[in-house]
C-alpha cells in the first residue's frame, strides 16, 4: 500500500526566511500522482500542485517551489520569504493508479501534514 | 461554481444517537470522497464513489457507518449509533476524475458526548 511521510511535525520561522517541506513517498505503482494541500486555520482544504510520475521537472508558482526526486521519492515544498499568511498545515499526498481491485489503490492517501508557523 | 457544500457544520450529539452528514459536490463531478480528520490519525479516506457507485469502502470503520449517493449532487455519511471516538471533522471532496485534484468542502466538525 501507498505511505506518504512527512517527517517533520511542526516548523517556525521567521518572517522572510525561507522554508522547505519534507515529504518523502512510497509505492509500487511506475504511474502515480503527488499533491500538495494547505490547511489554513479557518480549516478548509486548498488544493496547491498535482504533479505526475512522469514529470520530473521543478515548479515555480510565485513564493511556491516544489522539488520532484523520483531517485529518493521526494516531492518537496519550498516557500520562500515566508510572510504571515503562509501559517497553515501542509499536506502531501499520493494517488496510485492500479485499482484496487488489481490490488493498488487509487484513493488520496495524505501525509500527517507540517504545521508551519510563520512569526513577524 | 459554489464548491463542495457540506451541512451541518457543526454536530453536537449525544452517545447513541444516529448523526447524518450531508454533501452536494461541484456540479460535474463524477468522484465524491468521504475523509476524517483527527488528532491522532490525520486525514482518512473513508468511501469514495465514482457515478454515484461506491467503489472502495475498505475506510469504513465499522458497521455504525454508512454512507449513499442517490444522485450526482447528494451524499450522506450516517453514523448509527454514534460513539464519542466518532469525533473527528469529517470532509466532503469532489474531483472531475481520478487523480485530479479534489476539491473539498468546509468540513462538519461532529461532537459526540
Known amino acids: 500500500a501507498q505511505k506518504v511521510t512527512q517527517a517533520q511535525t511542526e516548523i517556525s520561522v521567521v518572517e522572510k526566511e525561507d522554508v522547505t517541506l519534507d515529504c518523502v513517498y512510497e509505492t509500487r505503482d511506475t504511474t502515480y500522482y503527488l499533491f500538495w494541500y494547505k490547511q489554513p486555520p479557518s480549516g478548509e482544504l486548498v488544493f496547491l500542485i498535482r504533479r505526475n510520475s512522469f514529470d520530473e521537472q521543478n515548479e515555480i508558482s510565485g513564493r511556491y517551489s516544489w522539488n520532484f526526486q523520483k531517485s529518493t521519492s521526494s516531492f518537496n515544498f519550498t516557500i520562500t520569504a515566508s510572510q504571515v499568511v503562509d501559517s497553515a498545515v501542509y499536506f502531501c499526498a499520493l494517488s496510485e493508479t492500479t485499482s484496487h481491485t488489481q490490488g493498488g489503490s487509487e484513493k488520496l492517501v495524505f501525509g500527517k501534514g507540517t504545521k508551519l508557523t510563520v512569526n513577524p | 461554481d459554489a464548491g463542495v457544500i457540506q451541512s451541518p457544520r457543526h454536530e453536537v450529539t449525544e452517545m447513541g444517537q444516529e448523526v447524518t452528514l450531508r454533501c452536494k459536490p461541484i456540479s460535474g463531478h463524477d468522484y465524491l470522497f468521504w475523509y476524517r480528520q483527527t488528532m491522532m490519525r490525520g486525514l482518512e479516506l473513508l468511501i469514495y464513489?465514482?457515478?454515484?457507485?461506491?467503489?472502495?469502502d475498505s475506510g469504513m470503520p465499522e458497521d455504525r457507518f454508512s454512507a449513499k449517493m442517490p444522485n450526482a449532487s447528494f451524499s450522506t455519511l450516517k453514523i448509527q449509533p454514534s460513539e464519542p471516538r466518532d469525533s473527528a471533522v469529517y470532509f466532503c471532496a469532489s474531483s472531475l476524475y481520478m487523480n485530479t485534484e479534489a476539491f473539498f468542502g468546509q468540513g462538519t466538525r461532529l461532537t459526540v458526548v
Open positions: 464513489f465514482n457515478n454515484n457507485v461506491p467503489i472502495d
